[in-house]
């Protein structure tokens, strides 16, 4: 039993502590960003993890960006920035071609669906 | 994702990795005067699967063809969803509908580590490379580590074998399959584990309760299935060494050769010695035994391209562990009284085939047969006590796949047959088993929408030695929304009880072995295990300071109607094995979070408790050796350079500890174990995909049992028991190791 109380208690001390952050202006926004695989999963994300945001998650089946940001600290705008410098093109801005030459072989995604 | 149950045996039995033929279509929109237009950049994939293109400038997409999947989203942002049932090659128009409401898009899925099969009815959970990369040391028994559900423990103090357990039951119960073919079961039953190299595994799936019927009846509390890397995989070359302060050094070896677009295979080599002896706790034992294992297996997968697939192999293993006093030399004293020795020695060789044939103008559509041999023979001693034993294991089942009406239901069928023939040395006595099952099977499932499914099966099979074995099963999940889930499960279970092979640890003790056999002609005189198990599942995704996680409660019940008792209470120089008569029974209640801290850093909570009570000859006691009370904490922290940090706290309640209040003073135990921690930690980088290194501490704190070996200064007196382990027998364990893969 002392177990069960202490997980529990651990538990709940650790949910309740975030919930201050949530005063914050916080929105969600859905980008679609083109990439195919889990490796672009990955570049997706880390680029997408700039300064202010909170979660971002892309959905490789979907192309889409679930991504919540601070609208004090941070826009659509800059992510989108981003995410086509890590070379994948997304709503707001398409990538250079030197940007997109630095994904990997197997995220041509712009080559996809021409073979 | 979405078919992984329905189809669990035909992906394994055909492998559709590779497809052949392409489905074509295009996408359109149909705009407010009802006129239509292509739509570009469409995301088309088979349902479940990240098999996926996008729509090209004029709304053309061509997919490669899924032969396990016939159902194909077609999703375009703006736009509702689609998923279209297909029947045929015919080409498609495909048009979407434009939908005010954005926020309609598809479950997010995460890919974790560790990932609950979120869309099947069965509590499944799926232990990817990821997860298995957190236990970098070595085999099966040792990758559980970070899985909750699964408690690990040694058996003994001698031979340094570790047992699973779940839902507080000994790992017997649970059915562990390789690519859902028999494996571990029989004489494989204590050492079986420790035969399939951690750097062999693709993907290692939990089922907690019941599993389904077309792998045969004997899964009472779960199963694990074990998924080998495939000839046709991705990795071409792995090598993966191991080393640890023991002296335990291990190496594995994968290279994949594909010969034509047909054909390709694989060996996996894997090699491991412990050539040190080392005693850390000074009682003249060593803490684990020498060993030498030599592990190797050639796989091999075909594809005519046409439908017709097929893989088969062999596996070769020789194990040979010596453990005992330190001063014990297998060459010398083998048959003395001084020093005491155990040894081990096995030799195993297996077999399989399976093919499979989709039929390509109905993919839903398919059949396929899986075969399988085995031959085990296992030379060792414990003391002056020899046990020696022969396994012949012959395997084969059919099963045909397709659907009634729609795919809405779907059902297999099929039949089965399962022969093992054991012939056992036992000191002096000898015993010989002929056991043939055959039996045929009938699975349906029903699934409507993502919102329910049903997965209710019946296998009725003809024992030779215990007549007709009925099994029902049955699977149901409902969502009650996107984020919850519930499940439920109930089902039937019969397995044959192979008392000395399952109780090997036993042997390393003065204790005797008495069999109240209550007929003559079946296994050893008892009556086969038979059990009802019970479970409810909540699964919960919440989001939580914009982070994801996942609660999963659950609660299992098993119920014994015939159990074999090992019976080590009713006296402290013997072991009993009697038939049950009254009452046994499992409770088992989990709880489990995980939870994305950070981004890249997963926390891991669980909580679970087991109440685990038999009727003895004395009563009822509660299962000696099991912790009612496990807590456990996982950390993992990856960096974007791929460094890996990966931390588990383990705290283990008190157990009961068999009794020994009739020996003499002081060989006297206490009733109950203290409560513990254990704590591991692993930090490992990897380069260019193409490197990795690790390094790791088993039990940090250095916790140990003291005195694990009852009366280790006379191992041939009355008082001597190595069995009574209930902690770590070794302290703190460095170990390092390093894997290229290409």
Known sequence: MKFLILFILAGCLYFTSPANAQSKKVTVDTIHVHGICEMCKERIENAAYIKGVKNAKWDAQTSSLEVFYRTDKTSKEEICKSIANAGHDNDLIKATDEQYAKVHACCKYREQHQH | MHHIMYSLVLILVVNFAISQTFLEGVVVEENAKGILAPLIGANVYWSGTVTGTTTDTVGIFKIPDDHNNHQLVISYIGYQSDTIQIEDHDKLTIVLKSTVDLNEVEVIFREKATKIDFRSSINKQIMGEKELFKAACCNLSESFETNPSIDVSFTDAVTGTRQIEMLGLAGIYTQLTQGNMPYVRGLASSLGLTYVPGAWVESIQVTKGIGPVINGYESMAGQINVELKKPEGEEKLLVNTYINQSGRSELNLHKTFKLNKNLSTSLLGHGAVRPLKTDGNNDGFMDVPQMQILNLTNRWKFDNQKGLMGQFGIKALLDDKVGGQMAFDKSLNRDSTNPYGVGINTKRVEGW????????????????????????????????????????????????????????????????????????????????????????????????????????????????????????????????????????????????????????????????????????????????????????????????????????????????????????????????????????????????????????????????????????????????????????????????????????????????????????????????????????????????KKWRAYIGVENLTNFKQNNPILSSEQPFGRYFDSSLVWGPIFGRMIYLGASFTI
């Open chain 2, 353 to 688: 085939y399976k093919t499979g044939y989709v039929f390509s103008e109905k993919r839903y559509k398919s059949m396929g047969i899986q075969l399988y041999a085995l031959n085990h023979q296992q030379n060792s001693f414990f003391g002056l006590r020899n046990y020696e034993a022969k396994q012949e294991t012959y395997y084969a089942n059919f099963i045909y796949q397709s659907i009634i009406g729609n795919t809405n239901h779907q059902f297999k069928t099929g039949l089965s047959f399962l022969s093992d023939h054991y012939d056992e040395v036992f000191e002096v006595n000898y015993f010989r088993r002929l056991e043939q099952s055959s039996g045929a099977f009938f699975e349906y499932t029903y699934d409507y929408h993502e919102k329910f499914n049903l997965i209710a099966g019946m296998r009725v099979d003809y024992n030779n030695l215990f007549k007709w074995v009925i099994t029902p099963r049955l699977h149901l999940r409902y969502a009650v929304s996107e984020k919850t889930v519930l499940r439920a499960s109930v089902g039937r279970g019969q397995r044959t009880a192979n008392i000395f092979a399952e109780n090997m640890s036993l042997l390393a003790s003065s204790r005797s072995f008495e069999i109240t056999s209550s007929n003559d002609k079946s296994a050893y005189g008892l009556n086969p295990e038979k059990s009802w198990n019970g479970g409810i599942s909540l699964s919960q995704d919440f989001r939580l300071n914009y982070k994801e996680g996942v609660l999963v409660v659950d609660f299992y019940r098993t119920e014994f109607i015939d159990q074999v008792i090992i019976d080590r209470d009713n006296d402290p120089q013997k072991v009993l094995f009697y038939n049950l008569s009254g009452r046994s029974y499992s409770n088992s209640f989990q709880t489990t979070i995980d939870y994305e801290i950070m981004h890249r850093f997963d926390l891991r909570l669980a909580y679970r408790w087991y109440d685990v009570q038999t009727d003895y000859l004395e009563g009822r006691l509660s299962k000696a050796l099991v912790a009612n009370h496990r807590g456990f904490v996982n950390l993992a922290y990856e960096t974007k350079n791929k460094w890996f940090f990966d931390y588990t706290f383990n705290v283990i309640g008190p157990k009961r500890l068999p009794g020994t209040e009739s020996n003499t003073i002081p060989y006297q135990l206490e009733t109950n174990s203290p409560s513990f921690v254990t704590m591991n930690t692993q930090v490992s980088k990897s380069w260019t």
